[in-house]
């Protein structure tokens, strides 16, 4: 028996349907889909808010056991975060007077802060919460899914943040999640933009079980029919996800099987010798050479931005790193790169970026200082309710 939730609009035009199943004990599942298919699930702001208040809906309703986040269609998850108003506001306040001051990027400033609370509420969710991270995941994507409880891939996923080729970093709690990869990949992947597999996806602890996509239907079949009580609720969606990975066959991890090569290339002192060691890799490795020319096409200064953050943000909480990417995503939507990249990969689709540094040698750190220049108190900072 199937429960349908009615407070949000179940027609197939809204961009996120809600339904709830109802178990065999009476208590439900809260079901989210992504459903922008043509967009590749492409994250917008009328998708976050559409999110963030059934989120916190279920959260109080005792006789939900547990949310499913999944997507429509074969082809993604979600690609990534939907950047065309985004870019179309910051090119118009980039012609107006005080340009440099990131309380001026207005619409900015709603997105981010409202993906980012979305993007906390899913790791600090108290309640089992299932991502079926099937196809493409990535950029914002990937914010979705780091954060939840239990985060399945399936043998079609393809993950990666390929925020340097906008001219961006990798955010949504990126700082949080590539820090806490094995060895050097974390910063590795935020340099390179490379993409990895289901297997990759375990092991760099993005996910925690692959699961055959062909499997889903027997999975939801399995959820049903658990005796959900509210205190053992984890453990038997963990059970559950164990049972139907085992008849998965995964393939070989190509991050872990290349991870004493990023040890190697990342160990470097300084921030120009590591991107001078990956971009000179000699290789015949098809999986190295996609690497290093990503970091070669991509933004520079995105590239320190993304090194710099991983530094500085090494013991901090995952709230105060939040606070942080807050700050540092409104100074990129200040800066030229940003708008740049989007508009040679998404707009014109020249592939041809301007970047404002031709080469990592020439960003300064005066220049990258600047992202860290906040303009709120701790007290009044947009996120400051983050704990």
């Given at each position: ?103 001026n990027y207005r619409y900015a400033g709603e997105f981010f802060e409202r993906e980012y609370r979305l993007d906390y509420l899913i790791h600090t969710f108290p309640k089992p919460m299932l991502v079926w991270g099937h196809g493409i995941v990535m950029g914002g994507g990937v914010g979705l899914m780091a954060g939840a409880s239990h985060r399945v891939v399936t043998e079609k996923t393809r993950l990666a ?98 991870l004493n090569a990023i040890n190697q290339l990342c160990s470097a002192p300084t921030f120009v010798e590591i991107v001078n060691a990956i971009v000179d890799v000699k290789s015949d490795d098809v999986w190295l050479q ?98």
């Open positions: 028996m199937t429960d349908v939730f009615t407070s949000a609009p179940t027609v197939v035009s809204a961009p996120v349907l809600f339904e709830e199943l109802t178990a065999a004990n009476g208590k439900r599942i809260g079901v989210a889909t992504l459903n922008a298919e043509k967009s590749l699930n492409a994250l917008s702001l009328e998708m976050v808010d559409f999110l963030d208040p059934q989120m916190r809906r279920w959260e109080d309703d005792p006789q939900i056991a547990m949310v499913l986040l999944q997507a429509a269609g074969e082809k993604a998850f979600c690609a990534g975060g939907d950047l065309q108003q985004l870019y179309r506001t910051m090119v118009a306040q980039h012609q107006l007077d005080d340009s440099e001051n990131i309380l943040m390929p925020e340097i080729a906008i001219g961006l970093y990798a955010d949504v709690g990126g700082t949080w999640f590539l820090n806490r990869m094995p060895g050097h990949a974390g910063l590795f992947l935020a340099l390179t933009g490379v993409t990895i597999n289901a297997t990759d996806a375990v092991f760099a602890k993005v996910a925690d079980v692959q699961i055959n996509q062909s499997d889903k239907a027997q999975v939801m079949e399995a959820l049903l029919s658990q005796e959900w009580d509210g205190a053992s609720d984890d453990v038997l969606l963990t059970r559950v996800l164990q049972t139907y990975a085992q008849k998965s066959t995964p393939a070989p991890s190509v991050l872990s099987g290349h996609k690497a290093a020319a990503g970091l070669a096409a991509g933004s520079p200064g995105s590239a320190y931005l993304s090194y710099a953050l991983q530094k500085r943000a090494r013991h901090m909480s995952l709230a105060e790193i939040f606070r942080l990417e807050y700050g540092v995503s409104l100074h990129c939507c200040a800066r030229a790169d940003f708008a740049e990249g989007i508009r040679a990969l998404i707009i014109d689709k020249d592939k041809q970026p301007k970047w404002l540094h031709a080469t990592a040698a020439e960003v300064g750190h005066e220049w990258l200082n600047g992202f860290f220049q906040s303009p709120w108190s701790n007290e009044n900072h947009p996120l400051a309710d983050l704990r």
